[in-house]
């Protein structure tokens, strides 16, 4: 799931940055997106790895995307790091974007709303097909 959620949400992340003249980049790091885009970035673990990053004239919006297609304790912590790295990064200026999707979500419900509560963007699949994305980068 997790894979093919990537190569997924990796098609919405070029098509969309393409169109808008904009780069991104796939398997995020500090290091990575210093050398690159010349933008340096604190972060909460050296080892940090974001799913996507994308450059927006030196505004950076970072995603990361799962998928989940059992309940359990996962998704109730991943929420939980999510709120918290919401935090961190707009506390940089950087737009934090968390994609998910599956079944697992139907009975792990309020995880979900506390980051709906907390955060700016939760997106889906389906969002993502009817172009939320994009909308998001043009604002």
């Given amino acids: 799931g997790g894979t093919l959620m990537e190569s997924i949400v990796e098609e919405f992340v070029r098509d969309a940055s393409l169109d808008l003249n904009m780069e991104y980049m796939p398997q995020a790091t500090a290091i990575k997106i210093k050398e690159k885009w010349n933008i340096d970035v604190k972060v909460d673990k050296s080892s940090r790895i974001i799913d996507f990053a994308i450059n927006k004239s030196g505004k950076l919006y970072f995603i990361e995307c799962n998928f989940y297609g059992g309940g359990g304790s996962k998704l109730k912590s991943t929420a939980t790091e999510y709120i918290r790295m919401n935090e961190y990064w707009n506390k940089q200026g950087i737009q934090f974007i968390w994609i ?5 979500w139907k009975s792990t419900l ?13 997106l889906n699949l389906e969002m993502l097909r009817k172009g939320i994305l994009k909308m998001i980068l043009i604002d």
């Avoid at 998910?100 to 697992?104: C, I, L, M, P, V």
């Avoid at 309020?110 to 939760?122: I, M, T």
């Fill in 100 to 104: 998910t999707d599956g079944a697992g």
């Fill in 110 to 122: 309020k995880p979900l709303r506390e980051y709906f509560d907390k955060a700016d963007y939760l």
